[in-house]
Structure formats: structure tokens, C-alpha cells
């Protein structure tokens, strides 16, 4: 998940082997393709879906940079900070 940031912050469409009830697996299922550990077949399918859907990608590719933003913006991170501390 580290790596999870920086690509969703790309504005690309992501794949991630994964499996669901992982922290990974949960936010990607949310703006990516999830695809099960150790299935080439599924993780094939995956990328030939996106391959020969332009509007897809474009979608997931947005959805995922508006979850990093939402998610992850400094700000955003430094408000629910400080809202933590206030209730210590």
C-alpha cells in the first residue's frame, strides 16, 4: 500500500493483485480493478478490459486520483490531526 498513494495520486487506472478484505484490496475495489493473487488469467482480463476501454480507464483513472486527494492531501491529513489531538 505504500506505492498505493502515488499511483492513484497519478490520475492513471490501477490493477492490484490483492486480496479483498486487505487494506489494499478494499480501496482499490473501490477505484481500480482488483484482481486475486496468483491468477494470471484474471489479472490478464483486468488489463485487456482496460486495454479496449478507453472511457473506463479515463474513469477509474479520475476516481482513483479523487480518493488520493481526498484521502491523502497533506492538509486534509494535518485537520484530522489536529482533531485527534483536541479530543486527547
Known sequence: ?????GMLASG??????????????RVVK??????????PIQLAEAILRLVNS???????????RAYAVKTWDSRIILEQFEQYLQTI
Open 30 to 39: 473501490e477505484v481500480g480493478i482488483l484482481s486475486p493473487p496468483e491468477d
Open 1 to 5: 500500500p505504500s506505492k498505493l498513494s
Open 12 to 25: 492513471k487506472a490501477v490493477i492490484a493483485t490483492a486480496h479483498a478484505h486487505t487494506e489494499l484490496g
Open 54 to 64: 478507453p472511457a473506463e480507464r479515463d474513469e477509474l483513472g479520475k476516481k482513483g
